[in-house]
RNA sequence: GGCGCUAUCGUCUAGGGGUUAGGACGUGAGAUUCUCAAUCUUAAAACCCGGGUUCGAUUCCCGGUAGCGCUACCA
């Protein structure tokens, strides 16, 4: 048997998760990290969902694990699941106990509450009258169907000091006459997590534990149990932990859905963004690189380079703030009810001039539910209620991204919005809002009007340009339409046509613009003009202008 | 209460016995542009406190303080 603490041969590494809710933040960043570790040394990755907690898992939450997981885009090369194991950790721990390593604990298991009233000061290491029962009166009382838990019979009073070397936290050592006579069996004869962990480590030869800082001393437990087993301790890196700005750890009810990681793939960040994210929390390359590829950041990646205090994630937002900012899922499902419907209706509206160019086309009944739709997805400027840094580093990402694989990552978002547009339309859009976006679903706000077959309505005062009037603006409008007939729609064409125009009227390209772009975006801040009207097409174009000059006057 | 871990700009961090304490995000100002972005320039912004050791501590040691963790038949 192999020692797997041994150094050169590679490491095998695990990410085991209880399912007891949504994928965590914390947790993805320790899956990350552990990932990073077995590939950067070609190493194997091992996932193991530590369920023995009958009590609190649940299938959403293995769901809910899977679903983070497969987003994050980051591979296993093996899967357990501890529920399918109980036998072995039983075997095993009746083999502690067969050597006297453990004993029977009869009393009654209590509470929290309990154990503060009881709580004299000092720790609480083991009840005397359990630890020194006769093996008759244990063996008697167990065989009348006495429940117990049973005990590790950590060493006392024998000077011994446990110690192992932190990967991250360097020396740490702890008197055995210090830990508590912590349970391995609960009475009801399942593992505790400290059993299961550790059989299951030896047994799948774990050759290092990259886990959450708060295992840092529970590991002298373990080393203990390691040594019961007969088994080499693997290597142990402990990680900070990520935490809330008021110092708090992380957690749903105060912090909302910025802790989960579905909220992220949800609002439009990119894997690889939010793992470049994470990753810089609690660990630097020590090269000023923050803009890292995977690849990158795998051949990177070293326990030095991790960090010893907790890393503050900064959301600026509160949960309540976040109720008030995102429609709640209600919403969500009635936007895209609405969506889908309007989409339906656009449909029916199509074919029928198709059928009669030249009836009188029929508003769709839902078009003012769709621009409703339109504003309470772009209303949120989610961007605030992440770290900016997350952010920042998502819009990096989404430049660096090819444009066919920016249009493919968008489609679902301008779906989910209610528009339906081609391929083709969505990458001959791509590249003029992908420096306008920091988040994916940014892009529905960005570029719903190449989408729309009807602009929302917009106040008819910002057709006019600065230091202009409503005369110039429909003087300019009017020019634009002559000109937009008669130019070719490619962008060097319509740059030359549009300014020479602007030149004759006496105007700078920036008055003669506005009144064109609102007409035909229905807002000021919009893509660069040229291309968004060859985007749009000669006749959308037109038709836009036209409607504008109608309210202008 | 006991034990442990940690402490550099608002946030993430680099650094390290002598430095103008570096970078990034964010923020302010400016430049550029057909708007918005993007980009560029630039500014403000930090070594928790107190003792040592030392010629010299932000860095090393001790103490304090604060935060976090463990102290469950949760994980």
Redesign the pocket.
Known sequence: MPDPSSSGAAPRVRF???P?GFLHVGSARTFIFNWLYARHSHGTMVLRL????????TDASVQSIFEGLRWLGLDWDEEYR?SERIDLHRRSAEAIFTKGLAYR????????DD?QSS???????FNPGMREMSGEESDRRAAAGE???L?YRVPRGEGRVLHFVDG????????AD?V????L????G????????CVDDADLRISHIIR???????TF?HLLIFEALDAPAPNFA?V??L?A?????LSKRKHGPVVSVTTYRDAGFLPQAFVNFLC????????????MSLEEIRELFTLD??????????IPLSMKDYEAFVPSPEQRLKIFELGRRAIEEAEIVRVMSEMDPDAEKPTPAHTGEVIDLREAVNRPPEHGLF???????N??HI?ALPLDELSRDLEPFFLAAGFNPKPEKIEAVAPLIR????LLRDAVA?ADFFFLDQLPPYDPAELIP?KGDAAMARRVLETALEVLAATNFD?DSL?QAL?GAATELGL???????P??VAV?G??????????LVVLGRDVCLERIRRALANVA
């Open positions: 085991a998760p209880s007891t530590d369920d023995t907690d009958v009590e609190r898992n501890q604990d009869f009393t009654p298991a209590h509470t929290a154990n709580g004299a000061q000092g720790a609480w290491l429940p117990f838990a005990r991250v936290y360097g020396p740490q050592t702890k008197p210090e508590e006579d912590f349970a069996l609960r009475s009801d399942m593992p505790t997590y400290h059993l299961a962990s959450g800082q708060d295992h840092l001393t529970n437990k402990h900070p932990l935490v700005p008021d110092g708090a750890k810089l929390l609690g660990w630097s390359p020590k090269n000023d690189r923050e803009f380079g991790v960090n010893r205090a907790n890393a503050i994630v900064n770290d900016p840094k997350a952010v920042w580093l819009a990096e430049r420096e306008r976006i920091k960005a600065q962008h740059d300014r700078k390209a920036g008055q003669a613009f506005q064109i772009r975006c807002r000021k801040n919009a893509p660069p003009l040229f291309e968004t």
